[in-house]
């Protein structure tokens, strides 16, 4: 197979100083792609290193990508320094292990930066990506957006609603060539393990490296890029999708809490589950089965 190559391309990629917005960064400018960075830590050396090793063309706009004003900004430099804007990758986030009973403003300050910012960027992107019938837009999500996590329900609220933006903008874009889809990566990076007890003795920490989970947020952004409206988990050199699926569940006309009680197991059986292609197929398909149409 030929190298899936970045020429001409420009890629916005926010979170991009360190983990795993850095080993996407890195395999970008390998494969060709102009860069537009995002980090609130200095980028400078970055900047240097992608130009030096990979003769990269690298534009950076520091600050908090949770805020909409540079969210705007980055959109702004990627058309003014290079004309176009291909990709975005919307890395930047993080969360900490944050009890229900923390201050509230914690909440907000969480859905800011993981869910707000991100929305913001997509919107601000999508005009351009519209208009040249082309894009690709990367969201982060996580396994604990999708599963839980004790202690984390600022966290995992944030990234859960990431899961439902990505399928909807996905829906959204299909007709404009535009592809989006959620990656949640298991990479133990400073941010991902600070503060929930993952240490340097635990052996899957070599294995989950941010430099194996990049492949896969570079081909979800490449052209090639083969779905839309996905959730992909990638980590540990394994890369699988997550969906949702619908049970056949227990259909009753009559239906009593007590008819429902009595086969909750049909409820969770997951013989025969159904996965959507959106949500009104959600609703229809079951509806007109159990109407008997």
């Given at each position: 197979?030929?190298?899936?190559?970045?020429?001409?391309?420009?890629?916005?990629?926010?979170?991009?100083?360190?983990?795993?917005?850095?080993?996407?960064?890195?395999?970008?400018?390998?494969?060709?792609?102009?860069?537009?960075?995002?980090?609130?830590?200095?980028?400078?050396?970055?900047?240097?290193?992608?130009?030096?090793?990979?003769?990269?063309?690298?534009?950076?706009?520091?600050?908090?990508?949770?805020?909409?004003?540079?969210?705007?900004?980055?959109?702004?430099?990627?058309?003014?320094?290079?004309?176009?804007?291909?990709?975005?990758?919307?890395?930047?986030?993080?969360?900490?292990?944050?009890?229900?009973?923390?201050?509230?403003?914690?909440?907000?300050?969480?859905?800011?930066?993981?869910?707000?910012?991100?929305?913001?960027?997509?919107?601000?992107?999508?005009?351009?990506?519209?208009?040249?019938?082309?894009?690709?837009?990367?969201?982060?999500?996580?396994?604990?957006?999708?599963?839980?996590?004790?202690?984390?329900?600022?966290?995992?609220?944030?990234?859960?609603?990431?899961?439902?933006?990505?399928?909807?903008?996905?829906?959204?874009?299909?007709?404009?060539?535009?592809?989006?889809?959620?990656?949640?990566?298991?990479?133990?990076?400073?941010?991902?393990?600070?503060?929930?007890?993952?240490?340097?003795?635990?052996?899957?920490?070599?294995?989950?490296?941010?430099?194996?989970v990049a492949p896969a947020?570079?081909?979800l952004v490449h052209r090639?890029?083969?779905?839309?409206?996905?959730?992909?988990?990638?980590?540990?050199?394994?890369?699988?999708?997550?969906?949702?699926?619908?049970?056949?569940?227990?259909?009753?006309?009559?239906?009593?809490?007590?008819?429902?009680?009595?086969?909750?197991?049909?409820v969770e059986a997951q013989?025969?589950?159904?996965?959507?292609?959106?949500?009104?197929?959600?609703?229809?398909?079951?509806?007109?089965?159990?109407?008997?149409?």
């Open positions: 197979m030929d190298e899936l190559r970045f020429d001409d391309q420009v890629v916005v990629i926010t979170g991009a100083r360190r983990g795993i917005g850095k080993a996407y960064a890195e395999v970008l400018a390998a494969r060709g792609a102009k860069l537009v960075l995002n980090a609130l830590g200095p980028l400078g050396e970055l900047v240097a290193d992608l130009e030096g090793r990979f003769g990269a063309q690298v534009a950076a706009l520091e600050g908090d990508a949770g805020d909409g004003a540079i969210c705007h900004g980055l959109v702004d430099l990627a058309i003014s320094r290079f004309g176009r804007i291909d990709a975005v990758i919307s890395n930047a986030g993080g969360g900490a292990l944050t009890p229900i009973d923390a201050p509230e403003d914690l909440f907000a300050h969480q859905l800011q930066v993981d869910t707000v910012g991100p929305f913001i960027l997509s919107r601000a992107v999508w005009p351009y990506m519209k208009a040249q019938g082309y894009g690709r837009i990367l969201l982060t999500t996580s396994t604990v957006g999708v599963y839980g996590m004790a202690q984390m329900a600022h966290y995992a609220a944030a990234k859960g609603a990431i899961v439902g933006l990505a399928s909807a903008l996905g829906h959204e874009g299909a007709p404009d060539g535009i592809k989006v889809n959620a990656i949640a990566p298991n990479a133990t990076t400073v941010g991902a393990t600070s503060g929930v007890g993952v240490t340097n003795a635990d052996p899957w920490r070599a294995m989950c490296t941010a430099e194996v947020g570079a081909l090639d890029c083969p779905v839309n409206g996905e959730l992909i988990n990638a980590g540990g050199g394994r890369v699988a999708r997550i969906f949702f699926g619908n049970t056949a569940g227990f259909h009753d006309s009559a239906l009593t809490m007590e008819s429902l009680l009595a086969n909750w197991d049909r013989e025969g589950y159904f996965v959507p292609g959106d949500a009104m197929e959600s609703g229809n398909v079951w509806a007109r089965k159990n109407a008997g149409f």
